[in-house]
């Protein structure tokens, strides 16, 4: 069912600890155990399953339970032992698994929506289940009731959620790109503020609560940094995946985020650097280094007997500028762009070598990653992907 790895330590690279198998379906979400050497996973297949490493170095289920429907998500809190499964049917069911983790007993069911859930969270502080799904709805429950205390209604089905205990703000992630803050009483919620930024659907979310900063990774690849408690409106924008972002999370003592993508990449970035947003966009009708007309642009096409060109832009100024213009490519760091962009040819002149250094590693983890998990305490990470398997991995080289 597994198959431990046997890497090279020396590597200054994620370290392949184990692969968990026998899986019949994907891996909508699976967690680490702090202080047990335990994996508890939920799948398509309809399947809870606590892994428990054995003597042999292996994982091998200690809890193979069975749902009425396939299980899309799960949160687990090790203080209290409580898990809270998501599922197709819009279900949330709630078990407490026993100290050595050999066994699941189920402690409540909420009906919490019509459509498959997307995303629970335990909220131990308050007592509270919060969960979203593709009906549509943004619900929370009082877990020591069960009774529903609130709902927010979104526009589009939610794909991303992370809540901040001290302020009562719930990160809402959805499909449209947008990311909305609300704030939760009891038994209320009001809207705070909408975040737009991205062009493709909210794939992923990680809150910062120390630094107040909150990152967003979306299916148009690129990942957001908010800056929530700086109160200046910054958001850096992040280029790093060649596929859509599933899976984020932030180390605060080394400032150091971790992202995962359906391309399989494992992209460390540090974050402890100057970063600078990504400048505007300019709009002109002609090329603003050498002046020639874009191909819309009928009237001075018309008057310089001009072909017009194609519009192009400076990924590091933001001007308009033609194919000529802007012959070079380059990578800018600090700008969140680990890939080489168009940049026109004087910003090209005037980016240094030191400006070109890396501000992240990336790593394969041969896998299309569905999601991650990272466990800080030990530095380890786990990717659940489209190939039916979980990987373990030992992030302490690359994260340090």
């Given at each position: ?342 940049v026109c040819d ?9 400006e070109r250094a ?42 340090s």
């Amino acid at each position: 069912m597994t198959a431990e790895i046997h890497p090279r330590p020396q590597a200054r690279t994620p370290v392949l600890l184990s692969k968990i198998e026998a899986f019949q379906d994907i891996v909508n979400t699976a967690v680490i155990v702090p202080k047990e050497d335990g994996v508890i996973s939920v799948s398509e297949d309809r399947t809870v399953r606590v892994w428990l490493k054995r003597d042999s170095g292996q994982y091998w289920p200690s809890v193979y339970h069975t749902m009425p429907a396939p299980c899309s998500c799960m949160s687990f809190n090790p203080e209290t032992r409580r898990l809270s499964v998501g599922m197709d049917n819009g279900a949330i069911s709630e078990f407490i698994v026993s100290e050595d983790y050999n066994k699941l007993t189920p402690a409540r069911t909420y009906q919490a929506h019509q459509g498959r859930v997307t995303v629970v969270l335990f909220v131990l502080e308050m007592e509270w289940i919060l969960s979203t799904a593709q009906d549509k709805t943004f619900t929370w429950h009082c877990s020591e009731s069960g009774q529903q205390l609130g709902s927010h209604r979104t526009t589009a089905w939610v794909s991303g959620l992370q809540f901040d205990v001290e302020t009562r703000h719930a990160f809402v992630g959805d499909q449209s790109g947008q990311v909305t803050i609300l704030k939760l009483e009891q038994d209320t919620c009001s809207l705070v503020t909408t975040l737009k930024g991205h062009t493709g659907s909210v794939t992923a979310l990680c809150w910062d609560p120390v630094q107040r900063v909150l990152f967003s990774g979306s299916s148009d690849h690129s990942i957001i940094m908010w800056d929530i408690g700086g109160q200046k409106g910054t958001a850096i924008e992040l280029q790093g995946h060649r596929e859509k972002v599933q899976g984020l999370c932030y180390a605060p003592h080394t400032r150091q985020l971790i992202s995962c993508g359906a391309d399989g990449g494992i992209v460390v970035w540090n974050m402890d650097v100057t970063r600078e947003e990504t400048p505007e966009w300019l709009d002109s009708d002609s090329c603003q280094k050498c002046e020639q007309p874009f191909f819309w642009n009928f009237k001075q096409m018309w008057d310089s007997k001009k072909i017009g060109l194609r519009q192009h832009h400076c990924r590091k100024c933001g001007q308009a500028v033609c194919g000529k213009c802007s012959s070079k490519r380059s990578t800018i760091p600090l700008m969140g762009f680990e890939f080489e962009v168009r940049v026109c040819d004087s910003c090209h002149e005037s980016i240094t070598d030191e400006e070109r250094a890396p501000t992240a590693t990336f790593h394969d983890s041969k896998h299309s990653i569905v999601y991650m998990h990272y466990e800080p305490t030990r530095g380890y990470l786990l990717t659940s992907g489209s190939d039916k398997v979980i990987k373990l991995w030992d992030m302490t080289p690359v994260v340090s």
